[in-house]
């Protein structure tokens, strides 16, 4: 069964950071380049970075560029994204998934990991 769990949110100050982890279970995760996303209340998911297969290829959307990134351990079959000077803006629920998302993988959306940031 397709498995993906998001970890690592939590409560911040603004300025402040958290590092994120994806891990995956139920198909060879390391086969694919995965991507990560987040949702804020009242609004639509949107994507925020993303790691090719092999690691060696990133993406970031434009407001988190010097501030996110993604890195990924083939070893531990994880992706994690690692979140620097956030802002209130970035509260969101985030989750990651394989890009482009598989039959599998876009049934199996995972329950997110709350990012929260407030003075």
């Known amino acids: 069964q397709v498995q993906l769990v998001e970890s690592g949110g939590g409560l911040v100050q603004p300025g402040g950071s958290l590092r994120l982890a994806c891990a995956a279970s139920g198909f060879t995760f390391d086969f694919y380049a995965v991507g990560w996303f987040r949702q804020a209340p009242g609004k639509e998911r949107e994507g925020v970075s993303c790691i090719s297969s092999i690691g060696t290829s990133t993406y970031y959307a434009d407001s988190m560029k010097g501030r996110f990134t993604i890195s990924r351990d083939t070893i531990k079959s994880t992706v994690y994204l690692q979140l620097n000077d956030l802002t209130p803006d970035d509260t969101a629920l985030y989750y990651c998934?394989?890009?482009?998302?598989?039959?599998?993988?876009?049934?199996?959306w995972g329950q997110g990991t709350q990012v929260t940031v407030s003075s």
């Open positions: 998934n394989t890009h482009p998302l598989t039959i599998a993988t876009r049934a199996a």
